[in-house]
């Protein structure tokens, strides 16, 4: 089976469905910005407070549903900065939980391998007592920084595949 593909940022120039979203929404005073690098990468950047409660900063992509029924692993071509990150989905985007995976980056580039069973539930940063995620369909994807620290960050991507 052939993989489906989420977003190939250098294969493209429409960005326009990608969107920050940081903790301002709640008082915080995080701040990050999306640049596309002379390769055509995206790099999603800035600095996460924690004034005001704040502590995180994020970058989400919204889409028609895709069905991913025939899919196990999402694949996430990036170069961080050898931070801890989250990946999330969402399986509609009336749905309150977000499901999440964290993982490391290195400081090189890797392809991070992300078992969609192992996604946790989550609302507003707080674990939720429901089943992993277990659904067909998707319709939002997300990058998360909030490691409960202030820090600047760096996270350059390529490409988003479900195999």
Known sequence: MSNLLIFNFNST???SGWEIQNDVV????SFSKLERSKE???IFKGYVSLKNNGGFASLRYR???KDISNYTKAYILLKGDGKNYQFRLKSNLEEKASYVYTFKTTGNWQT???PLKEMTPTYRGRSLNIANFSTDEIQEVRFL???KRAENFRLEMSKIALK
Not at 26 to 29: D, F, K, L, R
């Open 13 to 15: 120039k429409a960005w």
């Open 26 to 29: 709640m008082g915080g005073n």
């Open 40 to 42: 055509g990468n995206a």
């Open 63 to 65: 889409f028609a549903l």
């Open 112 to 114: 991070v391998q992300v």
């Open 145 to 147: 920084i909030g490691n």
